[in-house]
């Protein structure tokens, strides 16, 4: 079964960075596409970033590009989520995503099908 495990969530201030993490248990994601996606609390589940096997396409929604940064490494076969200049509407629960077959997605990560549990971003105004 494909497990995927983020950390890095916590409580941070308007306007600090964070930096989550996200890796694979049980086998390797090191061809595989990855993203994040976030909830926030009486949302719809909404797409953060994507990125291919290799690192080289990222995509971003716009309410974070400029701001988050989405990278890969394949030899921890872990992807990150670098956060900056945070605000209260980025508190939301925060998903770790991969395909399980591709090892590229697109800007809305539609095809990413296997999920890690969640990690929670509060950000206090």
């Known amino acids: 079964q494909v497990q995927l495990v983020e950390s890095g969530g916590g409580l941070v201030q308007a306007g600090e960075s964070l930096t989550l993490s996200c890796a694979g248990a049980g086998r390797s994601f090191s061809t595989n596409a990855m993203g994040w996606f976030r909830q926030a609390p009486g949302k719809a589940r909404e797409f953060v970033a994507s990125i291919s096997w290799n690192g080289r396409q990222t995509f971003y929604s716009d309410s974070v590009k400029d701001r988050f940064t989405i990278s890969k490494d394949n030899t921890k076969t872990t992807v990150y989520l670098q956060m900056n200049s945070l605000t209260p509407e980025d508190t939301a629960v925060y998903y770790c995503?991969?395909?399980?077959?591709?090892?590229?997605?697109?800007?809305?990560?539609?095809?990413?099908?296997?999920w890690g549990k969640g990690s929670l971003v509060t950000v206090s105004s």
């Open positions: 995503a991969a395909s399980r077959t591709s090892g590229y997605t697109n800007s809305t990560g539609a095809n990413l099908d296997a």
